[in-house]
């Protein structure tokens, strides 16, 4: 596993060098055309190994493009997926809740740093990052003992009003923040620049896949570009809504939602490049009715 770093670092946007270990980084893997692979989370092990958090529909994609590279560094990859699970735990009182449960001094994680605790007597995976935008936790037990980890948090959590959350509310929390989601918002037809990704992409660093493809758009200008819009009247957004300026169609909308926070609707979305500047009244068709929109910056909701 030497190769570990000078391996990923070829194949991701950002540089692993400059990450500090004990941290994760935010990141994204391109094809050559500069293409969204995958967007992912890795963490810089002290033992020197990488763990890479990928999407999971992208996992097989993920597992075959990180081999089809291998063949000049000396690596080892695996795949450990169905050994392992993940529990977010997010909000205001993630660190006191998870306190309860460990002796390591939790406050000394800062965000995007991970450590090993110890929680209930067992070694666990545990890192300050989230999807919500909110502080907290995201734990890493193995697969066998997640369910008993599971209710131990909502067991020490239920004097703070901890409950258990599904996919439909971490959506909207990602929304609001503005985070992108696989699939919805990004794909490998879409570049980072035209997703407003530019600052993840560390185009100084001497080579990685799909840098060159994205110098050459960067010079060559895009032709679309994703925008945050909230809605000026009444309605809710979703994907496949058409984007309209004077009646012509110029996009379609990625994620959109109600936004329990702002009580109005919101969305993402790719429009022609000209009709994306913060402010530019826009409509989205929803049922048939063009609803009158204006272009937003990202994110929606700021605490405070």
Known sequence: ??????????????????????YSQYTLLCDENGGIIDDLLLYKKPDGSILLCANAINREKVIVWLKNHSSNYNVEIRDITDATAQIALQGQEAQKILQKLTSTNLSEIKRFAFAEINFDGITLLVSRTGYTGE??????????IAESVW????????????????????????????????????????????????????????????????????????????????????????????????G??????????????????????YVSVGYDKIGDEIAVEIRGKAVLAKVVSLPFYRKG
Do not use: H, W
């Open 135 to 144: 502080d907290g936790f995201e734990i890493y037990p193995p697969a066998s």
């Open 1 to 22: 596993d030497e190769d570990a770093i000078p391996f990923i670092n070829k194949l991701i946007t950002t540089d692993l060098e400059k990450l500090k270990q004990g």
């Open 248 to 269: 012509i169609e110029i996009g379609a909308v990625t994620s959109g939602n109600m936004s329990p926070t702002l009580k109005k609707g919101i969305g993402l979305g």
């Open 151 to 246: 209710d131990r948090l909502i067991a020490t959590g239920a004097a703070s009003g901890l409950k258990p959350a599904g996919i439909g509310a971490r959506d909207t929390l990602r929304l609001e923040m503005g985070y992108l989601l696989y699939g919805n918002d990004i794909a490998q037809k879409i570049t980072p620049l035209e997703a407003g990704m530019e600052r993840f992409i560390s185009f100084e660093k001497e080579n990685f896949i799909g840098r060159d493809a994205l110098i050459a758009q960067r010079q060559n200008g895009i032709k679309m570009r994703l925008i945050g819009f909230e809605l000026i009247d009444k309605g809710i957004p979703r994907q496949g809504c058409k984007m309209l300026a004077k």
